[in-house]
């Protein structure tokens, strides 16, 4: 998804003969959010999943295995450990992944190694997940107030959630968009969870 998001940032600005329809900033736009959208959820999808291997006493392909505290024998009752009387739990809210890792893992490893010092990021993705997600005040409020601490203060007229994520953080070098940024800490993340 992140190649096909550079692709349309690109796309936008070839000039195609007559009668072709161009590649418009619009669909940009949502490729890009599309991009990030897709990268959240895999993270998502990735940190249940690794959860429930490490539950059941399974090595990462790298580093060591994990320290348990709680030994389900079936994966179902790793499910049912973790996600209780719901039919699902939440892998993105960041304090209640950490407590989680704790309440199973020894000192909550590798998900602690892997969380720390990025609450903020897991904030600001929420936002924006929470901004393409839904079409409330509440959660569009939240997300121009990200992007006004992300451009010191200024909100541009109509940018949209893929538009934003398109922009490149200023000061970055070499130049860096915001949706790159968090891609590559989604990953960042994941590969501590394997390695650690």
């Known amino acids: 998804m992140e ?3 550079a692709a349309s940032q690109k ?10 329809p161009k590649f418009s900033v619009h669909y940009k ?3 890009t959010a599309l991009a990030f959208l897709r990268g959240f959820i895999a993270l998502e999808i990735f940190l249940e999943q690794s959860f429930i291997l490490y539950l059941l006493g399974l090595k990462p392909p790298a580093g060591p295995k994990p320290k348990r505290l709680v030994k389900p024998t079936t994966k179902k009752l790793a499910i049912l450990a ?8 939440d892998w993105y ?13 020894v000192d909550g490893k590798p998900y602690t190694d892997a969380l ?11 936002t924006i997940r929470n901004a393409l997600a839904h079409s409330s005040q509440h959660s ?5 107030q990200l992007v006004r601490s992300k451009l010191s203060g200024s909100y541009p007229p109509n940018l949209s959630v ?14 860096e968009s915001f949706l790159d940024y968090y891609l590559n800490n989604l990953s960042t993340v994941a590969g501590l969870v394997i390695l650690t």
Not at 166 to 175: G, K, L, Q, V
């Open 3 to 5: 190649r096909l998001a």
């Open 82 to 89: 973790v996600v209780g009387d719901r039919n699902y739990t």
């Open 162 to 175: 893929g538009g934003s994520l398109s922009m490149t953080i200023p000061a970055t070098s070499p130049p």
């Open 93 to 105: 809210k960041w304090s209640q992944l950490k407590a989680r890792a704790k309440k199973y893992f």
């Open 140 to 144: 569009q409020e939240q997300f121009k």
């Open 29 to 31: 736009e949502t490729v």
């Open 116 to 126: 720390n010092g990025r609450k903020l990021l897991f904030e600001e993705m929420i």
């Open 11 to 20: 796309w936008v600005g070839v000039s195609f003969p007559p009668g072709v």
